[in-house]
């Protein structure tokens, strides 16, 4: 995929601003023909940063998402807060808290081993990271992950991969800011946090476009855990769920 000019213009300013580094901003301007196709380091905040094989797409376009376009939010995290990363996968949501608030304590969670391994190397330099080689559900369990050959697609399924699911009501800690990427299985990571959510009425933002009803659907379980939350739907490329607690 080739960027069009306004997104690389955009990455440009962002290089200007220093809200990305020069070699990401190379990577947006530069044609898809010549863009690396093979595993490759960047730089995100001054640390080298690993891309699995073939996903400079797909790395590009969560650069542009989470750090560009900002969908998570960064300015509601505070520098003491409890920050979970459900669907942390290669790291970006992760750095950018631990490089931007560097007193919070990131949780961050990835099941897909491979992908596992580059989130590990990409955060080792922040102490404030810790990272789980586990994924996230209403129940405690062994399951399979799929496998697409897009790190970024893979999801919970009847076969593939051999995972460990568990519940973030069993970490038995507080929640400031719960942050949802899991390929569709949102709703079962709220049900096993619904005591957290209760107890800490943490700020959640969620995706809200891998199922059909994920816009509806989801306020209603958050409503039905726990009445005190408001929602802002972000409409984008990825539509994304906001919810602020009473």
């Known amino acids: 995929m080739s960027y069009p000019i306004r997104i690389r213009l955009t990455a440009i300013s962002c290089f200007l601003s220093g809200k990305i580094p020069l070699r990401v901003m190379v990577l947006f301007v530069l044609p898809s023909s010549l863009r690396p196709k093979g595993e490759f380091v960047t730089t995100l905040f001054g640390r080298p940063f690993r891309v699995l094989a073939d996903q400079v797409n797909g790395f590009l376009g969560t650069v542009d998402e989470i750090i560009i376009s900002n969908q998570y939010r960064i300015e509601m995290i505070g520098d003491k807060d409890v920050v979970l990363d459900a669907g942390a996968n290669m790291g970006i949501f992760a750095s950018l808290v631990a490089a931007k608030r560097p007193g919070a304590t990131v949780i961050a969670f990835e099941p897909t081993p491979s992908t596992f391994a580059a989130l590990a190397e990409n955060v080792r330099g922040y102490p404030n990271v810790t990272v789980v080689n586990n994924g996230l559900s209403d129940k405690e369990q062994d399951a399979f992950i799929k496998e697409t050959g897009d ?48 107890k800490w009425k943490p700020i959640m933002v969620m995706s809200a476009y891998h199922k059909p009803n994920d816009k509806m659907e989801l306020p209603a379980l958050i409503t039905k855990i726990c009445p005190d939350y408001s929602f802002e739907l972000r409409a984008g490329r990825e539509d994304i769920l906001i919810c602020h607690p009473a």
């Open 151 to 198: 790190c970024l697609s893979n999801h919970i399924d009847t076969s593939g991969t051999p995972v460990h699911l568990q519940k973030i009501d069993n970490l038995n800690t507080r929640v400031d800011f719960l942050k949802i990427d899991a390929e569709g299985y949102e709703a079962n990571i709220l049900e096993g946090a619904s005591e957290t959510i209760k």
